[in-house]
Every structure is written in structure tokens, then in C-alpha cells.
């Protein structure tokens, strides 16, 4: 098993999109923090692979301080107990720092998230 949540990719594709990409497997809780300098236009997360039930969540918090421990939830939250695909709201694309939460993972987890931010 691979250990907690992990950034394997951060890729720049052209003028204006980031790409990162954060695997997780097994019983391994925690968190990933990405920075995105530029504003932002549109902000996505997409979940693939598998949630184990019945509890395991994924969120994307927030952070203004570049300190993970004062991560908080985005006003308009962003929260996956299964897979799926959702944006960040507009008001909510200000931040200097996204902090990927995993919890509450079993043995059984094993999920890809992929993070899309686009700039101005």
C-alpha cells in the first residue's frame, strides 16, 4: 500500500492550466496542499477509483496562511463520499492555498484525484 495521500503530478499545460493529480490507497488518512499563484477562472476536482464505506470522505479545504493545520472548509463546501466530479464556486477561487482532506480511508481505498485549476 502507498502512503498517505501523495501529489505525483503538478503539470502546467500551456499559459493557464495546472493540473495536480493526488493518489491514495489503503487506510491512509491526510492532506495535500496545492498553491495556485495565478487568479483563477475555474477551479475543478474530479474522484475516480474506489470509496470505501462507509465513511470516507474526500474534501477540498482552503488556506490563506500556507499552514495546513489551519485548513478550513471552503464557504461553499466541496465534499466527496463517493466519485464524482464538482466545481469550486466562484466566490471561493480567491485563496492562495487548496488543501486536498482525505479521512476516514479503509484497506480497501484506492482513489486517483485530479485537481484542474485555470487562470485568467
Given amino acids: 500500500n ?3 495521500p501523495a501529489e505525483t503530478v503538478n ?3 500551456g499559459k493557464r492550466t495546472r ?3 493526488i493518489t491514495q ?3 491512509n488518512n491526510g492532506t495535500v496542499m496545492i498553491e495556485v499563484p495565478e487568479p483563477l477562472a475555474n477551479l475543478s476536482i474530479q474522484v475516480t477509483g474506489t470509496f470505501t464505506p462507509p465513511n470516507e470522505r474526500v474534501e477540498l479545504k ?3 496562511d ?3 493545520a489551519n485548513r478550513q472548509s471552503l464557504p461553499t463546501q466541496v465534499i466527496f ?3 464524482g466530479l464538482k466545481t469550486v464556486a466562484q466566490a471561493d477561487l480567491g ?3 487548496y488543501v486536498v482532506e482525505v479521512t476516514a480511508a479503509l484497506a480497501d481505498s484506492n482513489l486517483v484525484i485530479t485537481v484542474v485549476a485555470k487562470g485568467m
Fill in 11 to 13: 503539470t502546467k499545460l
Fill in 25 to 27: 490507497s489503503g487506510a
Fill in 81 to 83: 463520499s463517493d466519485i
Fill in 2 to 4: 502507498m502512503a498517505a
Fill in 66 to 68: 500556507s499552514t495546513v
Fill in 62 to 64: 482552503a488556506t490563506d
Fill in 19 to 21: 493540473i495536480f493529480t
Fill in 95 to 97: 485563496f492562495r492555498h
